[in-house]
């Protein structure tokens, strides 16, 4: 399982780090990827990064203001988050997948991640 961690409520312009980590047992995987959910919204991608190679995708929205990066040593994957705004407002969700995404659609397939974690609140508010 994952943890995910770091979320809060931040003004907009604000930044936050999330981490997403091992919960448990450690296990081997080839990408992770940030996932958000919105309420009256669906599940969607926002980033991803690949363990061996330190290929990194985003979305259009998460292009710009999100950097995501990973620690080896730790086996944690952040998302570095600025400029937020109220849209931001999620549960983030970190998941990782056995397989490294094929093309850049691949990224977004929830199909394709075998772990998830638990999620973090991000709150966009003054």
């Known amino acids: 399982q994952l943890q995910a961690s770091g979320g809060g409520l931040v003004q907009p312009g604000g930044s936050l780090r999330l981490s997403c980590a091992p919960s448990?047992?450690?296990?081997?995987?080839?990408?992770v990827g940030w996932f958000r959910h919105s309420p009256g919204k669906e599940r969607e991608f926002v980033a991803g990064i690949t363990w061996r190679t330190d290929n990194t995708y985003y979305t259009d929205s998460a292009k710009g203001r999100s950097t995501i990066s990973r620690d080896n040593a730790k086996k944690t994957v952040y998302l570095q988050m600025n400029s937020l705004e109220p849209e931001d407002t999620a549960v983030y969700y970190c998941a990782a997948r056995l397989s490294v995404p094929s093309q850049t659609t691949d990224w977004g397939v929830m199909g394709e991640y075998e772990y998830w974690g638990q999620g973090t609140q991000v709150t966009v508010s003054s």
């Open positions: 448990g047992r450690s296990f081997v995987s080839y990408a």
